[in-house]
């Protein structure tokens, strides 16, 4: 069945008034949690935006757009660009070292299939305050590295390599590598080897196929592990205080130091706001892309 | 005059208004029981215990991060659901303002008079009449005396720092303590909020980070101990950690100046179990009990008879603890900044996102 019929049929299921009820029961604690844990806070956050900020903390009940005036401020743009920048780097590095591992955990024998995706998901078993902190041991000016290096002779100097945007990519990419490769593996898994033969039979080279038919076929999971990688990094603030030292900032940081350092809950909240407004672009746009591509190949 | 004292009663008036703490019904002394919150790790983890059997109130504790948090708590919640909260002394003031703490009686309390005299004259609250001192100290250079050539003794050795120094420093990240060492170098207070002398706080800021490694509020002293610092700005207590485990580690206070920090216990005035309260923070001024945070923690407490029972070749190996307290009072005591506090956060940002 194409993709597009497979489609169409579960449209159809969903749609059938026997199932109203089976909707309701399945659906319905899941949307409930969600209206309770996620609507709530997102209305009070908003509400929070167009309050004043009150002097040791809470808000004020005086309506006022001060807080999303605090937004002209040039100082929040470099911030923000600088985080899309990092968390676009690391989620490129992801994709790179990802696409080709989940191509080779989807051609392994099952057993073997197994024992690679448990190995994927491992790390997630220990901390992520502890595996980060792995990383300041490793890096730091008279860490593993560095004396490794240095005791072969290679280097005189340590080599600085903590406390850079290269450190926060690189704890970035770590923490976040496996919700590239899951997603990936998931859509090359699927892919029926029928596909690439019919394509060789047809004449296409190994690069054509890959081109025309695998790489959009995949597109799906390129796109959710893309997404699922830049999202936490873009939001993510210890890894820029760890590794970074603190001497670059993100907006995750800068949307929890509104909260739990300058005490103002309006300012926060509009921060917190726009990286939601960020996130909903993003979203929107993948589901462009993935409409396009169901038209174009379904 | 006369119009002075109108004035004067029209405030107590209001401080009596907003006060309030009286107002609200205590349970009986037998019923009474404490809820606190505290940093975890800076008072026995048996003090509850040790308390309930001497004076038969029980106590849970909670535990915060940091100052912010617990401020922010207790704002929200109208200081419902605590009785003794631990925050330094400028976010007690702070507290006070908000008309959240209740008065301390000094008959409950009578432990006070284990205190050092300078210690009930401190300029956030003078007299203690809302908040008992916890802990004090300083905040100053920790460094390395066998990888630096010349001993430290201006801020600016941190903030423009030697060649082999470069690259080797860190400083605290905690706004108040991430511009003081800006401010006492240019010669402004540390509760400045004069926005011309900021300025060059900032300007200065910017410019030490490109020497910095990094802003550490948590584990500096582990980088001196490997090396991988040599020149960090540190509390004096924390410094004492990195003694611990390399004597050639040493604290100096710049020549400049420095300020000087308090933690402090509070009352809530909504609490309705004051008397357990009180007695709470009559036991830990208790000699030995308070006692306890010198030998432990290696801070200093402005208990005096707490001090005398320290082994004095504590502060032989510990410099800091040594300290008189008229010494600890050359620092300036760290004020509330009132309405000035975004400007703080907000050039926080700047340095932070800056150079």
């Not at chain 1, 059938?16 to 909707?23: A, Q, T, W, Y």
């Not at chain 1, 502890?130 to 041991?137: F, G, H, Q």
């Not at chain 1, 001497?247 to 929890?256: A, F, K, P, S, T």
């Not at chain 2, 308070?290 to 407490?301: C, D, G, S």
Request: net charge negative; charged share 20%.
């Amino acid at each position: 069945m194409s993709l597009a019929g497979r489609l169409e049929g579960e449209e159809a299921k969903a749609s059938s008034p026997s199932s109203r009820l089976g909707k309701t029961v399945t659906l319905g604690p899941g949307l409930a949690y969600l209206a309770v844990m996620l609507g709530a806070p997102l209305a009070l956050i908003v509400g929070y935006s167009f309050l004043t900020r009150g002097s040791f903390g809470g808000v004020v009940m005086e309506p006022t757009l001060d807080a999303w005036g605090k937004l002209a401020n040039p100082i929040f743009f470099d911030v923000v660009a600088g985080s899309i920048k990092i968390a676009s780097i690391a989620t490129v590095l992801a994709l790179a070292i990802g696409y080709p591992a989940a191509w080779v955990i989807a051609g392994l024998p099952a057993k073997w299939k197994t024992v690679a995706l448990v190995a994927v998901v491992l790390p997630f078993w220990s901390n992520f305050l502890i595996r980060t902190y792995a990383w300041i041991v490793l890096l730091n000016n008279e860490g593993l590295i560095n004396r490794v290096l240095r005791g072969w002779g290679l280097i005189d100097e340590p080599l600085g390599m903590l406390y850079t945007e290269g450190a926060i990519v690189v704890g970035l990419v770590y923490i976040y590598l496996p919700l590239m490769i899951l997603p990936l593996y998931s859509s090359i898994e699927r892919l029926d080897p029928a596909l690439r033969e019919a394509a060789f039979d047809l004449g296409a080279s190994p690069r054509r196929t890959f081109r025309r038919v695998l790489l959009p076929l995949t597109l799906p999971g390129i796109m959710a592990g893309s997404i699922f990688v830049f999202v936490p990094s873009l939001g993510n603030f210890v890894v820029p205080e760890l590794l970074g030292g603190g001497q670059e900032i993100m907006i995750g940081n800068l949307v929890r130091d509104q909260f739990f350092k300058a005490r103002d809950l309006p300012f926060g909240s509009v921060l917190a706001l726009c990286v939601i407004a960020l996130m909903l672009v993003l979203l929107f746009i993948q589901a462009t892309v993935l409409r396009r591509t169901r038209e174009t190949h379904g | 005059m006369r119009r002075a004292s109108g004035l004067v009663a029209c405030l107590g008036l209001l401080v009596a208004a907003c006060g309030g703490g009286d107002a609200v019904e205590q349970n009986p002394v037998d019923e009474q029981s404490i809820v606190i919150s505290n940093w975890e790790g800076y008072m026995p983890e048996d003090l509850p215990d040790t308390f309930a059997a001497a004076t038969g109130f029980d106590a849970t504790v909670s535990f915060h991060a940091t100052n912010e948090e617990i401020v922010g708590k207790l704002v929200a919640a109208g200081g419902e659901g605590f009785d003794v909260a631990f925050v330094s002394g400028q976010f007690a003031q702070a507290l006070n303002e908000q008309g959240l703490l209740a008065e301390i009686d000094p008959d409950k309390v009578p432990n006070l008079k284990n205190l050092y005299p300078e210690a009930t004259e401190l300029g956030y609250d003078p007299g203690n009449t809302f908040s008992v001192p916890y802990a004090w100290g300083t905040t100053g250079l920790c460094y390395r005396s066998d990888l630096l050539s010349e001993a430290p003794d201006s801020w600016m050795d941190l903030l423009r720092p030697s060649d082999e120094a470069a690259g080797k420093v860190t400083m605290l990240a905690t706004e108040r303590w991430l511009m003081l060492p800006a401010q006492k170098a240019l010669g402004f207070s540390v509760n400045t909020t004069d926005e011309g002398e900021m300025t060059q706080v900032k300007d200065l800021l910017i410019e030490a980070k490109q020497n910095l490694l990094a802003y550490d509020d948590t584990t500096f002293y582990s980088k001196l101990v490997s090396g991988e610092a040599v020149l960090v700005e540190a509390w004096d207590g924390w410094c004492n950690y990195g003694i611990l485990e390399d004597p050639n580690i040493k604290y100096v206070i710049p020549s400049e100046g420095t300020d000087l920090w308090v933690d402090t216990m509070v009352i809530l005035g909504s609490s309705a179990n004051k008397d357990a309260a009180h007695a709470f923070l009559n036991y830990v001024l208790d000699e030995d009990n308070h006692a306890w945070v010198v030998e432990n923690i290696l801070y200093k407490v402005p208990n005096q008879a707490a001090m005398d029972k320290v082994d004095p070749s504590l502060a032989e190996t510990f410099p800091n603890l040594g300290m008189t307290p008229a010494e600890v009072l050359g620092g300036e005591a760290l004020l509330d900044l009132g309405e000035a506090q975004p400007m703080y956060t907000d050039i926080a940002t700047e340095v932070a996102a800056g150079g």
